[in-house]
């Protein structure tokens, strides 16, 4: 069974910036699309940004500009660099696949106070 572990979530103040990992217990993570969601408090879990195994991106209207996906495939991690943090990016955040397809994580919280 594939795990993924999301690590780098922590307290920051509005403008602030964060970088979260993902790291995927598979060594097929490469032919994967794999994206970065989160959930707010309250609300139902949101896809973010996704990536494909070409490197393409795409990114929710909300955090264009602000967010960078990658990945480092001999790692089998994928990561999001966050700039820029609004007190609306405070949620629980996960990695998956686009469509979601593996088990998913315990998540990483970030939190940003205004």
């Known amino acids: 069974q594939v795990q993924l572990v999301e690590s780098g979530g922590g307290l920051v103040q509005a403008g602030g910036s964060l970088r979260l990992s993902c790291a995927a217990s598979t060594s097929t993570f490469s032919a994967y699309t794999m994206a970065w969601y989160r959930r707010a408090p309250g609300k139902q879990r949101d896809l973010v940004t996704h990536i494909t195994p070409l490197y393409n991106t795409n990114y929710a209207d909300s955090v264009k500009g602000r967010f960078t996906i990658s990945r480092d495939n001999p790692k089998n991690t994928l990561y999001l660099q966050m700039n820029n943090l609004k007190p609306e990016d405070t949620a629980v955040y996960y990695c998956?696949?686009?469509?979601?397809?593996?088990?998913w994580g315990q998540g990483t919280q970030v939190t940003v106070s205004s």
């Open positions: 998956n696949t686009l469509n979601p397809s593996l088990n």
